[in-house]
């Protein structure tokens, strides 16, 4: 499990005196507790629920590094993509444009849908058979370039 996972991980950081990778993985591991003790949880955390926190981390840190980038502040850039960093080693491998897209044709067929106006529909059958592995954006994308053809 996850959860577990990064559990064991926060000690070996603690020990090799990791700083950034201990205060990340921390981050996490407060994100999942407060995942499993928010009102109207049932107090388990699946492995899914919590790929869904680390991507968002992800994001968040990566959007915070080019905002401190385009600020001309490269020391908190660099100490929010270091962060990232760490975020992204505990997600699945991300699809490529192409895996993608091929992802998406099958989705689409499996859903009978033919036109933009089934566009909802299938974006959330996509968005959870390709959470973790692809940007809600990049679906998207690829959606409405498939459906507009």
């Known amino acids: 499990m996850l959860f577990d996972q990064i559990s064991k991980d926060i000690m070996t950081a603690m020990k090799s005196r990791d700083k950034v990778r201990t205060e990340a993985l921390r981050m996490i591991k407060k994100n999942f507790i407060e995942a499993k003790t928010a009102p109207g949880s049932n107090g388990e955390l699946t492995d899914e629920q919590a790929i869904k926190i680390i991507a968002k981390m992800a994001k968040s840190g990566h959007d915070q590094a080019k905002f401190f980038t385009d600020n001309n ?42 036109s933009l106006k089934d566009m909802g529909r299938v974006m959330k059958a996509a968005t959870a058979a390709l959470a973790g592995r692809a940007e809600g954006g990049a679906i998207s994308a690829a959606v409405k370039k498939i459906l507009s053809q």
Do not use: C, F, H, M
């Open 73 to 114: 502040r490269p020391d908190l850039a660099e100490a929010e993509e270091a962060q990232a960093k760490i975020y992204d080693e505990y997600l699945p491998q991300q699809l490529s444009p192409e895996a993608l897209e091929t992802e998406v044709r099958a989705l689409i067929e499996k859903a009978g849908a033919t």
